[in-house]
Nanobody, 124 residues
Framework: QLQLVESGGGLVQPGGSLRLSCATS????????IAWFRQAPGKEREGVSISSRSGYTNVADAVKGRFVISRDNDRNTVFLEMTSLKPDDTAIYYC??????????????????WGQGTQVTVSS
């Protein structure tokens, strides 16, 4: 079973940057695709970005050009570099892991394990 722990959230001003980390343990990291999701108050959880076990990456249209996902297999960690942050990016950010190849990466049911989340607040 894979454990995931997010970190790096916080309060940032509009236009600022944050780097989120998703540290994993408990199973072979390179067997998993890792994605970031977020859930804003009163909204459904949505997919933000994925780093698949095969090397495929993707980001949601809402964050394209501002967020970059990366993967460090030596550290068993996935990062989400967030720049040009907007108030609409305010949400709890979760990382999730899928053991099987994903069909639709932004669909929550594709994922087997989830972290507890880290809060990101973008406000002046």
């Amino acid at each position: 079973q894979l454990q995931l722990v997010e970190s790096g959230g916080g309060l940032v001003q509009p236009g600022g940057s944050l780097r989120l980390s998703c540290a994993t343990s408990g199973d072979a990291f390179n067997h998993y695709s890792i994605a970031w999701f977020r859930q804003a108050p009163g909204k459904e959880r949505e997919g933000v970005s994925i780093s698949s076990r095969s090397g495929y990456t993707n980001v949601a249209d809402a964050v394209k050009g501002r967020f970059v996902i990366s993967r460090d297999n030596d550290r068993n960690t996935v990062f989400l570099e967030m720049t040009s942050l907007k108030p609409d990016d305010t949400a709890i950010y979760y990382c999730a892991a899928a053991r099987r190849a994903t069909v639709f990466w932004a669909r929550e049911s594709e994922y087997d394990y989830w972290g507890q989340g880290t809060q990101v607040t973008v406000s002046s």
